[in-house]
C-alpha cells in the first residue's frame, strides 16, 4: 500500500511540474491510508482511536451539543485533515463519533420520540462562495449527508440535509483571528440569509457545524433559521 501511495504522489508530482496549480491540490488529498491518531490499520481514523476521543464539558446553556472536546489532538488532527488537506474520507468517522455520541450515548440532544413525532432536517453551516471556491467542499455538509445516512439505516428514521437554505452571504475571515467576543459577534452580523424557507415549513431545525469556540456563528445562524420561520433549532457539532 505504501509504495503504492509513493507512486501515486511521485507521477502527481511529475504532473504537477507541468500543469501547475489543480495537480497539486489533487496531490493534497493522497494520503496514506492509516489510522491518523495510532498509525495502523487501513482507515483515517480507526474504532479504538475514535473511540478514544475526549468529550467536552457539558454545555452551559444547553443549546449546543458538541461530539468532541477540540482540544483532543485526534480530533483536532481530523476536522484539520479533513479541511485543509481535503480528505473528504474523514467525514465518515466524524459522523459516526456524531451518531454514537448523540444517539446511543446517555447525553442525547434528540430523544427518538422527538425524532419519530416530528419531522427533522439537517441545515449545514454553509461557507462563503469564496471560501468554497477554494476548498472544493463543505465540510459540514459532507458530515451532515453521512449523519442523517446512520439514522435513516440505523433508526429508519428519514432526516433530510438541506444545504440551500442558509447562505453565507459575508465572506468573513477565521473566528479563531478576530479579537474580542464583541468583535466576533459584530463581525458576524448579517452574515447570513435564508432562502428556499418553505422547505422549513412544520419542521424542526437541525443546524450542523465542524467546530465551534464561542458559538457565535451558530448564534447567527439560528438567528438567522428562527427568523425565517423554523420552529425548534438544535445546534450540533464535532467538537467545541
Ligand atoms: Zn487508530
Same mark, same amino acid.
Given at each position: 500500500?505504501?509504495?503504492?501511495?509513493?507512486?501515486?504522489?511521485?507521477?502527481?508530482?511529475?504532473? !504537477?511540474?507541468? @500543469? $501547475? %496549480?489543480?495537480?497539486?491540490?489533487?496531490?493534497?488529498?493522497?494520503?496514506?491510508?492509516?489510522?491518523?491518531? =495510532?498509525?495502523? /490499520?487501513?482507515?483515517? %481514523?480507526?474504532?479504538? =482511536?475514535?473511540?478514544?476521543?475526549?468529550?467536552?464539558?457539558?454545555?452551559?446553556?444547553?443549546?449546543?451539543?458538541?461530539? +468532541? +472536546?477540540?482540544?483532543?489532538?485526534? &480530533?483536532?488532527?481530523?476536522?484539520?485533515?479533513?479541511?485543509?488537506?481535503?480528505?473528504?474520507?474523514?467525514?465518515?468517522?466524524?459522523?459516526? %463519533?456524531?451518531?454514537?455520541?448523540?444517539?446511543?450515548?446517555?447525553?442525547?440532544?434528540?430523544? $427518538?420520540?422527538?425524532?419519530?413525532?416530528?419531522?427533522?432536517?439537517?441545515?449545514?453551516?454553509?461557507?462563503?462562495?469564496? #471560501?468554497?471556491?477554494?476548498?472544493?467542499?463543505?465540510? !459540514?455538509?459532507?458530515?451532515?449527508?453521512?449523519?442523517?445516512?446512520?439514522?435513516?439505516?440505523?433508526?429508519?428514521?428519514?432526516?433530510?440535509?438541506?444545504?440551500?437554505?442558509?447562505?453565507? @452571504?459575508?465572506? @468573513?475571515?477565521?473566528? &479563531? #483571528?478576530?479579537?474580542?467576543?464583541?468583535?466576533?459577534?459584530?463581525?458576524?452580523?448579517?452574515?447570513? !440569509?435564508?432562502?428556499? !424557507?418553505?422547505?422549513?415549513?412544520?419542521?424542526?431545525?437541525?443546524?450542523?457545524?465542524?467546530?465551534?469556540?464561542?458559538?457565535?456563528? %451558530?448564534?447567527?445562524? *439560528?438567528?438567522?433559521?428562527?427568523?425565517? /420561520?423554523?420552529? *425548534?433549532?438544535? =445546534?450540533?457539532?464535532?467538537? #467545541?
Amino acid at each position: 500500500m505504501q509504495k503504492l501511495i509513493h507512486t501515486a504522489k511521485f507521477f502527481f508530482r511529475k504532473i !504537477s511540474n507541468r @500543469t $501547475g %496549480l489543480a495537480a497539486r491540490l489533487a496531490l493534497d488529498a493522497v494520503l496514506p491510508l492509516e489510522c491518523l491518531g =495510532c498509525g495502523k /490499520g487501513e482507515e483515517l %481514523l480507526c474504532g479504538r =482511536c475514535l473511540e478514544s476521543i475526549d468529550r467536552p464539558e457539558l454545555p452551559k446553556s444547553g443549546s449546543v451539543f458538541a461530539a +468532541a +472536546a477540540y482540544g483532543d489532538k485526534f &480530533a483536532k488532527k481530523a476536522i484539520w485533515t479533513l479541511k485543509y488537506k481535503k480528505a473528504k474520507m474523514l467525514a465518515e468517522p466524524l459522523a459516526e %463519533l456524531m451518531y454514537k455520541r448523540f444517539f446511543l450515548g446517555h447525553q442525547r440532544p434528540l430523544d $427518538g420520540r422527538s425524532l419519530k413525532k416530528t419531522k427533522w432536517i439537517i441545515v449545514p453551516v454553509p461557507l462563503s462562495k469564496k #471560501r468554497l471556491r477554494e476548498r472544493g467542499f463543505n465540510q !459540514s455538509e459532507l458530515i451532515a449527508e453521512r449523519l442523517a445516512g446512520k439514522i435513516r439505516d440505523r433508526e429508519k428514521i428519514f432526516i433530510e440535509v438541506a444545504a440551500n437554505i442558509l447562505q453565507k @452571504t459575508k465572506d @468573513t475571515p477565521p473566528q &479563531a #483571528r478576530v479579537g474580542s467576543k464583541e468583535d466576533r459577534l459584530a463581525n458576524l452580523q448579517n452574515a447570513f !440569509s435564508a432562502e428556499n !424557507s418553505h422547505l422549513m415549513a412544520g419542521k424542526n431545525v437541525i443546524i450542523l457545524d465542524d467546530v465551534t469556540t464561542t458559538g457565535a456563528t %451558530l448564534k447567527e445562524a *439560528k438567528r438567522t433559521l428562527r427568523e425565517a /420561520g423554523a420552529k *425548534k433549532i438544535v =445546534c450540533m457539532v464535532v467538537a #467545541r
